[in-house]
């Protein structure tokens, strides 16, 4: 690695086996150019701690592995570049969720709430073992498509359910990725699943806990508006 | 097509707060700006308050304002403690002192409403000259409350800033506007109570009821009273702002920053005119 400057990153430190106290702890990063917050933590790993615990596998912005609260702003480590953060960086896991080390957190609660909305594109049975069904036809510049479009690009990282504050408040609410998952398969002109998945998302803990606080759309790092998809079904805007 | 939404407590509430919210705006504006611009709440005596009154259009008026702000504000405040009240005995116990609470100043306030003043000055209530001074005790608690926690809250951000550590969720505008939001609604509600009982004193005691008034001019509450002013007036704005991005369908919530800056610019605005009324200017 070229010599280059020295950031000082915080690290939000946490192990179960040594008393289970939260604790910052502070490193000395030889940065280079270009080095990422991902980066920097594997620096570290490498360089000063090898227990430094925390997620990753893509390393390019892609499978929200690496999803963490850098500079007390959610976002993706890998995609995060220290020479554009003010130092010292800190760097905490998302919050919400159990940590289970250091920036490392459990992901159970999130995807269980994920689960419950049933994410996924559930199609008339008739159209998928009837060889003679017709296929859909999606007309072209369908309103509603277009924003499925762009909501459908989630990456299910966590960084809105980390900066949703509702979810700390409220343990029942099904938070904004879940909730712009459902839109996303409930505005679609095929879906089958319909009313039941609806009546979940607008009961108690889904649509209507939302106060349109706004952060999980200021914070998604790939450009989805989890409001929105919330606003569209407290209003019912879905095909039914 | 538009399918119809389960019902939920939640759905209640956030249908009921939104009419509420947009019938009673003209109402709290027109309020506003007679006891706060054209007037001073300190002048609102008895003699006030009768002259007004004989005219049954401003009873309707007030009435109507009384409804609508007291369930919407025990609605707002039911919901908001319900999310954090997890235990069924407790929830009862919430479910039923918004209810109590709710028909008990409705019962008081419309009471209040209909009866005419005494003939003179001195009421029914007039000899238990307690009353005023527990009403202004219970103002400058309120008042005390509001100024420590304001600069507790400052404090503790200063520190975290001066020293850089996290500051949790308050990097984002969206959670100040929330935050300001649900403290400004619960807050003008707390007043709305005290200022029900203060006014109850009109047909029973108009003589406690001028004393009660009186104290509104107190320096030491002038700053809540202007912060009152400040809260309703943000709070209404950022009402609306929800409301219409709601009505918008669009991606209009990447506004934040700006909005919360609007915000802020035009309750600051419209707070200032009623904050020199209460420090004594006049135009
Ligand atoms: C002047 C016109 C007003 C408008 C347009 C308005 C609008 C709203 C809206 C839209 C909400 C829902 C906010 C959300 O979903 O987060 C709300 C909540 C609330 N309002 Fe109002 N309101 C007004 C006046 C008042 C008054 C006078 C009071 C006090 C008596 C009050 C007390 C509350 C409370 C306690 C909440 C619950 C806050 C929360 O859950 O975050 N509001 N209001
Ligand atoms: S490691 Fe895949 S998004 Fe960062």
Known sequence: MPAGRTVSIRVRRFDPAAGGRRLWQAYD????????????????????????????????????????????????????????????????????????????????????????????????????????????????????????????????????????????????????????????????????????RLHRVTADGGVFACHSVGNCVTVCPVGVDPLLSIQLLRKGAVHR | MRARPARGRQAFAWHYLRVSGVLIVALVFVHLFVMHYASLPSAATAAFVGARWAAAGWRAFDWMLLLLALTHGVVGAHAMLRDVARRPLSRTALDVTAGAVTAAFLGLGTAVILMAAPPGDRGPLSSYTWIPSLLTGGLVTIATAAYVGVLAAGAALGMRLARRDPIGRWNYPGQWMFAINRTAGAGVLGFLLVHVLDVALFPFAPDLYDRTVAAYAMPYLIPMEAGLVAAVVYHAFDGLRLMLLEALDRRASRMAAPSFIALVVLTISLSLPALAVLLGWRP
């Open chain 1, 29 to 196: 990063v030889d940065a280079g150019p270009m080095m990422s917050v991902l980066d920097a933590l594997f620096w570290v790993l490498e360089n000063e701690d090898p227990t430094l615990a925390f997620r990753y596998s893509c390393r390019a912005g892609m499978c929200g592995s690496c999803a963490m609260v850098i500079n007390g702003r959610e976002g993706l480590a890998c995609a995060r570049r220290l020479e554009r953060l003010r130092a010292p960086v800190t760097v905490e896991p998302l919050r919400s969720l159990p940590v289970i080390k250091d920036l490392l957190v459990d992901l159970r609660p999130f995807f269980e709430k994920y689960r419950a909305v049933d994410p996924f594109y559930i199609g008339q049975a008739a159209s998928v073992f009837d060889p003679a069904s017709e296929p859909a036809v999606l007309p072209r510049g369908d309103a509603a498509r277009e924003i499925v479009d762009r909501q459908i690009d989630c990456i299910a990282c966590g960084a809105c359910y980390s900066a949703c504050p509702i979810v700390s408040i409220v343990p029942e609410f099904l938070g904004p990725a879940a909730l712009n998952r459902a839109y996303t398969v409930a505005a679609d002109a095929r879906d089958a699943a319909g009313v039941e």
